[in-house]
């Protein structure tokens, strides 16, 4: 059966929606979303002129990306609820969303928030990151990997494509459904790491791969060690 990236699928019965319907009994109030603008005004910042959407989603990511990508840029605002901020570089006129969300549920939601600079940014790239167990059909080679990259419409042609039946979720996958409806072009690409740690290693392919997107970002990663105890930052 041919499906189509971001295609929804309905059941062939009642049965999963009577099952959907009996488990929304009871369930908590979903949470309200709204930016919070770090201005002093805590007005909204206007900004149209975005070349480059750039989505960074995965656990224990903040350290890598605000010390290797956002060199300790301060976010324009904040989602009230989860964990998603955005960043802006007027110089290149890229604007990164950095995302550690872990409930499933809030994804759609949180992509909706971003519909507009979706919507007007010349490209969109989305980067998750996962564990590399989550990926179906590792090759030897791989598994002694720190970290290899799979694409979808990618646009670093070094990058292999992923294949079936491994799939993508979160605000990649959101984005990638809304631009493709608009009849626009995004990429996304699945870095596989072996360690939840991002270290000078795993994040070699990763820096080559923001380097090749355009994206102004160090050369080289070196993960701290904080004296005195058994933590890394």
């Not at 002129?49 to 904040?78: D, H, M, W, Y």
């Not at 998603?84 to 949180?110: H, M, Q, V, W």
């Not at 998750?128 to 646009?155: D, L, W, Y």
Request: proline share 3%; charged share 25%.
């Amino acid at each position: 059966m041919s499906v189509e990236f971001g295609e929804i699928i309905e059941p062939s019965t009642r049965a999963f929606w009577d099952d959907y319907d009996e488990s929304e009994d009871g369930a908590a109030p979903l949470l309200l979303y709204e930016w919070d603008w770090l201005n002093e005004d805590n007005t909204e910042q206007k900004i149209d002129n975005v070349k480059l959407l750039l989505i960074l989603e995965g656990q224990a990511i903040s350290s890598f990306v605000g010390t290797a990508v956002l060199k300790g840029r301060s976010p324009i605002c904040r989602l009230n609820n989860g964990s998603t901020s955005i960043y802006y570089n007027p110089d290149k006129a890229t604007l990164i969303c950095l995302s550690e969300e872990k409930d499933l549920n809030n994804f759609g939601r949180i992509t909706e928030k971003l519909v507009h600079w979706l919507g007007s940014a010349e490209q969109v790239a989305a980067i998750s990151f996962q564990p590399s167990v989550m990926h179906k059909g590792t090759s030897s080679r791989e598994t002694e990997e720190a970290c290899f990259i799979r694409a979808i419409n990618g646009q670093v042609k070094t990058i292999p494509e992923l294949e079936a039946p491994n799939v993508i979720a979160g605000i990649s996958a959101g984005a990638l459904s809304y631009r493709k409806f608009k009849d626009l072009e995004a990429s996304a690409y699945v870095c596989y790491l072996d360690s939840s740690v991002l270290d000078s290693v795993s994040t070699k392919p990763i820096l080559r791969l923001l380097n090749s997107l355009s994206v102004d970002c160090d050369l080289s990663y070196q993960l701290k060690f904080v004296d005195g105890s058994n933590l890394y930052v």
